[in-house]
C-alpha cells in the first residue's frame, strides 16, 4: 500500500494476510508517481514483464520506459523511501510475473 498515513486498511491486511505479506510504502505527498516510475523501470530492467501481453496489447512500450525511467536511488531521494523498501515492492510484482498468478494487486485511489 501507498499512502504517508498509516491507516486502519494497513492494519487490516497485516491481520488478515500477515504482517511479512503486506507492504506499506509510506511516501512523502505528492510522489506517487516517482515510485510508480521507479517500480515500472526495476521491474523492467530484471525482465519481470510479460513481454507476449505487452507485444499484443500495447504500443510505444520502448518509448514509455525511456520517457519514465527513474531509478530506485533517485524514487528514494524524491520519496523518502528506504531503497530496499521500493525494491521488495517491486519483488513482490516480479514474483507474481514469474509464477504467472494474480498474486499482487493494484488498486490506485485518489481521495
Known amino acids: 500500500m501507498v499512502d504517508p498515513r498509516r491507516t486502519v486498511t494497513v492494519n487490516a491486511c497485516e491481520v488478515?494476510?500477515?504482517?511479512?505479506?503486506?507492504?506499506?510504502?509510506?511516501?512523502?505527498?505528492g510522489t506517487d508517481l516517482a515510485l510508480l516510475n521507479a517500480l515500472l523501470t526495476y521491474v523492467?530492467?530484471?525482465?519481470w514483464i510479460d513481454k507476449s501481453f505487452i507485444e499484443q496489447h500495447t504500443s510505444g512500450y520502448e518509448k514509455m520506459l525511456k520517457a519514465?525511467?527513474?531509478s530506485v536511488d533517485e524514487a528514494a531521494k524524491?520519496?523518502?523511501l528506504d531503497v530496499k523498501q521500493i525494491e521488495r515492492a517491486a519483488s513482490f510484482i516480479g514474483r507474481a510475473q514469474r509464477r504467472q498468478?494474480?498474486?499482487t494487486m493494484f488498486?490506485?485511489?485518489?481521495?
Do not use: F, M, Q, S
Not at 488478515?16 to 505527498?29: S, T
Not at 523492467?44 to 525482465?47: L, N, P, T, V
Open 68 to 70: 519514465n525511467r527513474t
Open 78 to 80: 524524491i520519496t523518502g
Open 16 to 29: 488478515e494476510a500477515g504482517k511479512d505479506n503486506v507492504l506499506h510504502l509510506a511516501i512523502n505527498p
Open 101 to 103: 498468478a494474480a498474486a
Open 44 to 47: 523492467a530492467d530484471k525482465d
Open 107 to 111: 488498486c490506485y485511489e485518489k481521495a
